[in-house]
Structure formats: structure tokens, C-alpha cells
């Protein structure tokens, strides 16, 4: 049974019989694992606060293929990202992000380009005090064009021309939107403003400190989160109800400085 060394983020960690963690973990080089962690919760591990849910590790597994749950043989720590765990709003935004991508992606379907994606998310999130959600929602939006279903923001599907001075119809099933010339009668696409429009434009390419930088008005921001959790739900099948998206809704009263 090989040993494997790789880089992974902790996505999520439950308690496993009286001693042991299960992780979901996502890697460089396997994509999503489930990894056992034998001991991890006993008096004498020597893990300490390593395996913690959002970690950095550097971790060596045994590794078999075709094994749903994989063993971990020795695991360190990279970056433990203190300042997320020490606030709840963080803790609530970053978590919607590891819930996307545990739920989405495939056990051991390699994307090293996602990998350095989340990492990215984590490092900018834990340096910065403001623009919190616009840094999720560019994360998001980054997200969606790796895993394949990247929405056309610059051009009306039907005409071919920027329309985005004009409120438009955007059609969740074909990625794109048609300007009021080109709706026709019988479209079920959702309106979407122009400014959003502009604003999904720039957080799509936008370098995760850039979009810190920029916070909408509570209404746009609305909007921005209706569309990007709509289009993810309808390109991603089990994300009907985000667990953690519920969570932060439940704390919106203490996160108002996160608009």
C-alpha cells in the first residue's frame, strides 16, 4: 500500500468511534478525499489542533485505490488560519465555501487550479476586515468557471452585443442573458438589474483582494447573492439547502458589517 504526500484543506471533520476523525479533505493532487485519522481525539495523539475543519495540512496517507476511506499516516500544519476561527461571521462565510466544493466535487477528480482557488479564499479572508461577502462571491463566481458552467455576463445571447447598460433576461439553463429586443415572448429567464450585470462581470475575474476592496449596497448585494446561489443550484444538483448558508442567515443581525 503506496505512501502519498500532498497538500490538503480541511473541509470538514466528525467524530469517528471513541478516539478517531473522519475528514473530508480537499487536495492538489486527489481532489476530495475521505481520510481516517486513527487516535486523532486521544490523550496521547500527537495531532494537537492540526486536523481542525478550514486547516492547511501537509499530510502522508496510505493510499489504495479504489478505497473509499482513505488512512492518514502523519499530518502538519501549513496554516490554521486563527483569525477565521476566532469570528463567526468568517467562520460562516468560509464554510459555505467548503460545503460547496465538498458537496460538488467527485472523490479523487484531480483540479490543482481549484485547489489554489479555496486556499486563496482562505488566505485573503483571514487578512482582510472588510468587502467579506464580495470576497465569497467573487470566490463563487470562480468557482462556477472551473467546475465547468461559466455564465456569459458581456453579450446578449441572441444579438451578440453588450448589453450591459440595460437591465436583461438572464437563462440560468443556457449560461447567458437576452436584451429586451431579443427576449421574445414566451422567455422564463430571471431579470437582472445592470448593475448587478456589471458587478458579477468584474467579481468573476477579479483577483480575491480586488474584490475586498468593494463593497455593494445592501439591495445589490441582495441581488448579487440571489443570482450567484440560484445559478449554483441549478448547475449543482444537492445544493437546494446549504446547511451553512442556513447558519448564516441565521446570524445576519450580528454580520451587518460584512455587507
Same mark, same amino acid.
Given at each position: ?119 486563496? !479564499? ?30 456569459? !455576463? ?72 440571489? !443570482? ?32
Amino acid at each position: 500500500m503506496p505512501l502519498c504526500k500532498t497538500e490538503a484543506i480541511i473541509l470538514r471533520s466528525r467524530k469517528q468511534g471513541e478516539t478517531s476523525k473522519l475528514l473530508s479533505v480537499y487536495t492538489p493532487d486527489f481532489g476530495r478525499l475521505s481520510i481516517m485519522a486513527k487516535g486523532a481525539r486521544g490523550i496521547k495523539s500527537h495531532y494537537g489542533g492540526v486536523l481542525e475543519p478550514l486547516n492547511h495540512i501537509a499530510m502522508v496517507i496510505y493510499k489504495k485505490e479504489g478505497r473509499e476511506i482513505q488512512y492518514l499516516s502523519q499530518a502538519d500544519l501549513f496554516h490554521g488560519f486563527p483569525d477565521i476561527h476566532s469570528q463567526l461571521g468568517k467562520m460562516a462565510l468560509v464554510a459555505i465555501a467548503c460545503e460547496i466544493v465538498e458537496r460538488h466535487e467527485i472523490t479523487g477528480h484531480s483540479n490543482p487550479a481549484l485547489f489554489r482557488l479555496l486556499l486563496r !479564499f482562505l488566505l485573503v479572508t483571514e487578512a482582510s476586515s472588510q468587502g467579506l461577502r464580495n470576497i465569497l462571491r467573487a470566490f463563487q463566481l470562480q468557482y462556477i468557471e472551473l467546475a465547468g458552467f461559466k455564465p456569459e !455576463f458581456r453579450r446578449c445571447q441572441q444579438c451578440g452585443q453588450d448589453k450591459s447598460d440595460e437591465d436583461v433576461h438572464f437563462d440560468f439553463s443556457n449560461g447567458g442573458y437576452r436584451c429586451h429586443s431579443c427576449l421574445g415572448g414566451n422567455s422564463i429567464a430571471a431579470n437582472l438589474s445592470s448593475a448587478a450585470l456589471k458587478y458579477l462581470m468584474f467579481l468573476s475575474q477579479a483577483p480575491l483582494e480586488k474584490s475586498a476592496a468593494h463593497s455593494p449596497r445592501a439591495a445589490l448585494g441582495r441581488e448579487l447573492d440571489w !443570482f450567484i446561489l440560484n445559478y449554483l443550484r441549478y448547475h449543482i444538483e444537492n445544493l437546494n439547502e446549504l446547511h451553512t448558508l442556513a447558519y448564516l442567515q441565521q446570524l445576519q443581525e450580528n454580520l451587518q458589517k460584512l455587507n
